[in-house]
């Protein structure tokens, strides 16, 4: 399988993290080894992406995949890759989450939209009858949607 895994997030996300969370428990059972080194936070500013990578190809840390805190996140690496001269998937893989991109051939991790609007419901109106319940994690329903930008393990030994 693939060897190292990097992750392109904004940490201040509380979403973010329990992807993050979620992430590093899909590496553990795989038996890949995790490290926050593997893991950017790149703000939306022109440049952030491709110097990031430049610098990983610099330093022959370039990861076998990325896992994007979402699709638009997605799509923009894709972009730098291209740029920079890599080949997505021959090169790199990429994930998305979120599955809202139309038109790109992207792999992504899709959500259950209607499970998440009847979860949301359903708290509104016990925080309504109830009276000010505090905050709490809900989970939805996803599954992988593959696409174009996830190919065979490549490894980097």
């Given at each position: ?20 969370v979620?992430?590093r428990?899909?590496?553990?059972e ?29 330093e022959n ?13 997605a799509?923009?690496l894709l972009?730098?890759?291209t ?7 021959k ?13 790109i051939?992207?792999a992504?991790a ?20 109830q ?12 599954a ?5 930008s996830?190919?065979p393990?490549?490894?980097t030994?």
């Open positions: 399988g693939y060897d190292e895994a990097g992750q392109e997030l904004f940490l201040t996300a509380q979403d973010s993290y329990y992807r993050l979620a992430m428990q899909a590496l553990s795989a038996r890949i080894p995790f490290s926050f080194n593997n893991c950017f936070e790149v703000p939306f500013e022109p440049g952030n992406t491709d110097r990031i990578l430049q610098q990983l190809i610099d840390r370039m990861p076998t995949a990325f896992v994007c805190f979402d699709d638009v996140v799509v923009l972009e730098s890759l740029a920079l001269g890599l080949e997505v998937p090169d790199v893989s990429v994930l998305g989450f979120g599955d809202v991109v139309e038109g051939d992207l992504t899709t959500i259950d939209t209607n499970d998440m609007a009847e979860l949301a419901v359903a708290r509104i109106r016990e925080r309504i009858s009276g000010g319940l505090g905050g709490m994690t809900l989970s939805v329903t996803s992988f949607k593959p696409g174009g996830i190919g393990v490549k490894t030994k």
